[in-house]
């Protein structure tokens, strides 16, 4: 079973990321929320679940990744396809709908009308996720999510780059101009303000 991936990322898009990992390159599903947290280039850390099903009438088999950028949210996928009715792809639509914390507090407090809104989750479903989950997420804590590996440059880039998004700049050459404001700064990365000012005077 393959727990994690741990390589270098070859390519990314909302639903999906290559991760090369000696030679191989993985296919791994992931929720439209986690490309925005990805880098554009370099190595990565994905947590994994690892799912197989066979067609009884052909026999063959379908083998999927999906990967998550934090044990966490892997935990919370994992419970929601134990419920009957949720399927590995419901489960992630309901993960890419809102962030992980905010829909574990939706179904502990009974937010049914919260599940509702993802495709293929109607009232009776939301209402038997919230019945069977409620009392095994209440001691599920959740920490801040950054870019895989957790450290606090990549939290911090994160949030650099989603600012200097919202200016209306373009993406990839904003994550180049962090990237290079926090290699010049090494192992003691600026503080959000400075790090958004200077990659700013790079682009």
């Known amino acids: 079973m393959i727990e994690s991936l741990s390589g270098e990322l070859l390519d990314k898009s909302p639903g999906h990321a290559v991760v090369e990992c000696h030679g191989v390159g993985y296919w791994v599903q992931m929720v439209a929320g986690a490309y925005e947290q990805l880098p554009e280039q370099g190595r990565v850390r994905l947590h994994i679940h690892y799912a197989v099903s066979v ?19 892997r935990a ?9 009715g949720v399927s590995t792809t419901v489960g992630m639509a309901i993960l890419g709908g809102r962030k992980a914390e905010d829909l574990r507090q939706a179904i502990i407090t009974g937010d049914e009308q919260a599940l509702r809104g993802v495709k293929g989750i109607g009232p009776k479903l939301a209402q ?3 019945q069977e989950l409620a009392p095994k997420l209440s001691g599920l804590a959740f920490e801040s999510a950054g870019l895989p590996g957790g450290s606090p440059g990549n939290t ?16 990839t050459k904003a994550d180049r101009a962090l990237q290079a404001v926090l290699k010049e700064h090494g192992e003691e990365p600026p503080a959000l303000e400075v790090l958004i000012k200077k990659a700013l005077k790079n682009l």
Not at 76 to 84: A, Y
Request: avoid cysteine; aromatic fraction near 6%.
């Open 156 to 171: 911090l880039r994160a949030e650099a780059l989603s600012a200097l998004v919202t200016l209306g700049l373009d993406r």
């Open 128 to 130: 038997r996720i919230v």
């Open 55 to 73: 067609d009884v009438r052909s026999g063959q088999s379908d083998h999927r990744l999906f990967g998550f950028l934090n044990t966490q949210e």
């Open 76 to 84: 919370l996928f994992r419970q929601l396809i134990t419920v009957q």
